[in-house]
């Protein structure tokens, strides 16, 4: 096998530099992974509190709509009867609630997947460094 000699005056031969570039590949790749699933781990936990906090102000706001519809019937049924006037609201929300939907819809097919975005970055570094390498 063909030996290299080193600027430090060290020569290893072609093999044992094969073998240890595959190595610091295996393990560059091992942390990569790691790097992945902390930052996934990270962006779930984040992802669960701010739902749990959504999901609370969804129910107050819930409440505080129901308090308002309650107002709008009895505003309505001044002049008219009180099941009109309930007929009348629930006409109006079932309206408000088609647009939403839309809209949400809209939003739905718009969404991305969860990327581990730093991880992707750093994995891209990697490969042009490598290529560099190759490359001399």
Not at 20 to 42: H, I, P, Y
Not at 47 to 60: D, I, N
Not at 69 to 80: K, R, S, Y
């Amino acid at each position: 096998m063909k030996a290299v000699t080193h600027a430090n005056g060290s020569a290893r031969s072609v093999g044992t530099l094969v073998k240890e570039g595959t190595e610091q590949l295996s393990e560059l790749v091992r942390q990569e992974l790691k790097l992945a699933q902390a930052e996934l781990a990270q962006k779930g936990k984040k992802a669960g509190v701010g739902g749990g906090l959504f999901g609370a102000a969804g129910l107050m706001a819930f409440f505080a709509l129901a308090a308002l519809v309650t107002a709008a019937i009895a505003a309505v049924a001044m002049p008219l009867p009180l099941w009109a006037a309930a007929l009348i609201v629930a006409g109006g929300l079932l309206l408000v609630a088609g647009v939403a939907a839309l809209i949400g819809r809209g939003q739905v097919k718009r969404a991305v997947p969860p990327v581990p975005e730093e991880t992707v970055d750093s994995v891209h570094q990697d490969l042009v460094i490598l290529k560099e390498r190759a490359k001399r």
